[in-house]
């Protein structure tokens, strides 16, 4: 690459029935740097993942054929690509719904362009390849090891494929083991300062984690909450330290 050549920018998939939407959020994207296509239904969206492979999607979910969740739940079918919800509501059961069926993020209209921009940029960080440790393969215990190159963790003799931000969060929580992690500490590492008190998408990502990775999760062996505080990795490099239950969820 040539000094006056520019690495393309991310692909973003705009998914909205709305013209004027994608119109408006199409020329302030490109003119941040990035690519953009758009799709006006959820069915044209699924033919876009598939032929386009898009960096991210931004999905409504308000659509005239099949709603935002049904196509987030079919793009989770053949994709891992990151998604945002637009949705005109911030109740929080549609943000759960959303996040359990695959979103990484959402944003209620109407928008800055500035808030729009910074939550894509912080997805697509959490999305990308974090810097390997020395030793790929960290081995916690007999049961439970992690890949860092892969992202997976091996359970049991399995190997359990995490997505980017459950990985990231494992990982966090395991630099910081034998340590109590505030919530606010780890939601501003994990999604970034902005979410510092979007608690319930951390204990949502904590039950992931341990659906995972814990032998029973209604009774963790490895990541514990300290009630009102934060969450703490078990301390696996002084395997004789013994875990208090009262910090159990």
Known sequence: MTPMEKQPGPLILIVDDEEKIIRFVQINLELEGFRVISATSGLQALERVRSDFPDLVLLDVMMPDLDGFEVLRLIREISDVPVIMLTVRSDEEDVVRGLELGADDYITKPFSVREL?????????????????????????????????????I??????????????????????????????????KVWGPAYRDEVHYLRLYITYLRQKIEP????????????????????????????????QE
């Open 117 to 153: 921009t910074s939550r894509i940029r912080a997805v697509l960080r959490r999305a990308g390849p974090g810097p390997a440790p020395e030793s790929a393969i960290l081995k916690i215990d007999d049961y439970l090891s992690v890949d860092f190159n892969t992202r997976e963790v």
């Open 155 to 188: 359970v049991g003799g399995e190997r359990v494929k995490l997505r980017p931000t459950e990985f990231r969060l494992l990982r966090h929580l395991i630099e910081n083991a034998g340590w109590v992690v505030p919530y606010e500490t780890l939601l501003a």
């Open 216 to 247: 029973d999760p209604a009774n963790p062996r490895y990541i514990f909450n300290v009630r009102g505080v934060g969450y703490r990795f078990r301390d696996f490099r002084r395997p004789e330290r013994e875990e208090n239950p009262s910090e």
